[in-house]
């Protein structure tokens, strides 16, 4: 057993953090491409709008040493619609340091505002009306050897897995970056992941996530398996037994309850086309259980499915949509310390559970001012036990029996609420790696209640040290 303030000690003592910079438009640029070409990289036309727009969002280029400061500024958001990464934090600074030699790679971010309510994602330390935190710190070794490309990491940073473009049902940018152990290898067509994560603590519980995957590409269709399991404990400390990646113990928490355990199984699939079209999907069932088939808590599932598609009516064109179905309960177990959150924020989906969603996503890039116009739509009916709710079990009586002539009433969990978003936007190259938006956001909910607003969002990187 590793003691967690150990494991936490060495985290905070190397302070390190991530390569290529989150908050940019770049992660856009590279799902476009991937789906344009069919993941066929060796046919990227490297005059493509979309490659100069991910071109002009890499902040980092071959240099061995780097440090630069990300500036985002804008008022506040109407719409739950997340349309920019700048949105997952609040307005500030962040600096960030980076040291890369081949096969290995030292990076810092310190994130930096003068208000409070601007830091809540991180551990928040105010000097002088000066909040600040550690964003993303980690250091990472790299090697390849006979087909075999692997990597080992240490440190805070993002986990993102999943197929889908809105959000992601496994795990999402949405949370705090994790402090983790992590480790990634690739042979020929076969990938797999593992992670044991640091959770924030939640009534005097240590909190221990651990994640492993297995992805497999044949021709144009890549899937992806993969388990997450939460152990939590008043005295609790990292388990041998789930740091090993070739150990599949999801199957062992069948009596997750009585364990203290919440695992979920997680599937994933695209289908790429050559017509420049991707269909993707993902399946996520929580507290597995094919032994007790009453319990109404067991079963739980989350269901992703979406298609992407390029270059449609104009070469730059980029459209997508996404249906999402989360039941409530996904994501919770009845101990409150299993809930799939860290730090206050989803690990999976961003919007939590007990939903129905479905959301169309049209941009397209323009030569003129280098500019982007984007256009959203989102129809979401949400019910009244989503993730910030406790877990109940309206199924038992007092003593803990089953009611006999319970009648469930359904997902989404009523009283229903049914919410449009529309989001319309354009945004502005100012300068090389220098951006504005402005973004008409209109939400309505249940029939009366309007609210329409105009929306400016700025952010800008300075390139201090090449």
Not at 47 to 54: P, R
Not at 55 to 66: E, F, L, M, S
Not at 172 to 186: E, G, M, T, V
Not at 346 to 355: A, R, S, V
Request: net charge positive.
């Amino acid at each position: 057993m590793i003691n967690k303030y150990l494991l936490v000690f060495f985290l905070n003592f190397f302070n390190l953090c991530f390569g290529q910079f989150f908050y940019t438009g770049y992660q856009q640029a590279e799902n476009w491409l991937a789906t344009n070409s069919a993941r066929n990289y060796s046919k990227l036309d490297s005059t493509s709008l979309w490659q100069k727009y991910k071109d002009k969002n890499k902040i980092i280029g071959d240099n061995d040493h780097h440090f630069g400061v990300f500036l985002n500024l804008r008022n506040s958001k109407n719409s739950r619609i997340l349309q920019h990464k700048s949105d997952l934090i609040g307005n500030g600074i962040l600096t960030n340091y980076t040291f890369s030699i081949p096969n290995f790679e030292v990076v810092n971010s310190m994130f930096f505002t003068n208000t409070m309510q601007e830091a809540d994602r991180g551990f928040v330390r105010t000097i002088k009306d000066v909040t600040m935190y550690t964003n993303q710190a980690y250091l990472k070794y790299s090697n390849n050897k006979s087909h075999l490309d692997y990597s080992f990491k240490v440190g805070r940073d993002f986990i993102i897995e999943g197929k889908g473009i809105g959000s992601k049902l496994f795990f999402s940018d949405f949370s705090r970056p994790f402090d983790q152990l992590s480790i990634k290898a690739s042979y020929k067509n076969i990938n797999g992941k593992f992670s044991a994560i640091s959770l924030d603590s939640l009534y005097n519980h240590n909190r221990f996530l651990y994640m492993h995957s297995l992805g497999l590409k044949i021709k144009n269709i890549s899937i992806s398996f993969g388990e997450a399991i939460i152990s939590t404990g008043i005295n609790e400390t990292i388990n041998i037994k789930y740091l090993n990646p070739f150990n599949f113990w999801a199957w062992e928490n069948i009596g997750s309850l009585n364990n203290g355990l919440n695992a979920l199984l997680y599937f994933g699939i695209d289908i790429y086309s050559k017509k420049k079209i991707r269909l993707y999907s993902e399946l996520l069932i929580d507290d597995i259980n094919f032994h007790n088939k009453n319990a109404f808590y067991l079963n739980k599932y989350a269901l992703l499915i979406g298609i992407h598609k390029t270059s449609f009516p104009f070469n730059s064109s980029n459209i997508w949509i996404e249906h999402t179905n989360v039941l409530n309960q996904v994501y919770q177990t009845y101990h409150p310390t299993h809930i799939y959150t860290h730090r206050g924020y989803p690990i999976g989906h961003y919007l939590g559970n007990d939903f129905i969603n479905t959301r169309l996503h049209y941009s397209q890039l323009f030569e003129f001012l280098s500019s982007k116009l984007f256009l959203d739509l989102s129809y979401t009916i949400q019910g009244k036990n989503n993730i910030n709710t406790p877990f109940e079990n309206p199924w038992e009586d007092n003593l803990g029996n089953k009611i006999i002539d319970y009648s469930h009433p359904g997902f989404p969990t009523p009283p229903l609420q049914k919410i449009i978003d529309f989001n319309l936007g354009f945004e502005v190259s100012l300068k090389n790696l220098a951006n504005l938006s402005f973004v008409i956001e209109n939400q309505q909910i249940s029939q009366n209640i309007f609210d329409t607003r105009l929306r400016l969002s700025f952010w800008s990187y300075l390139n201090i040290v090449k």
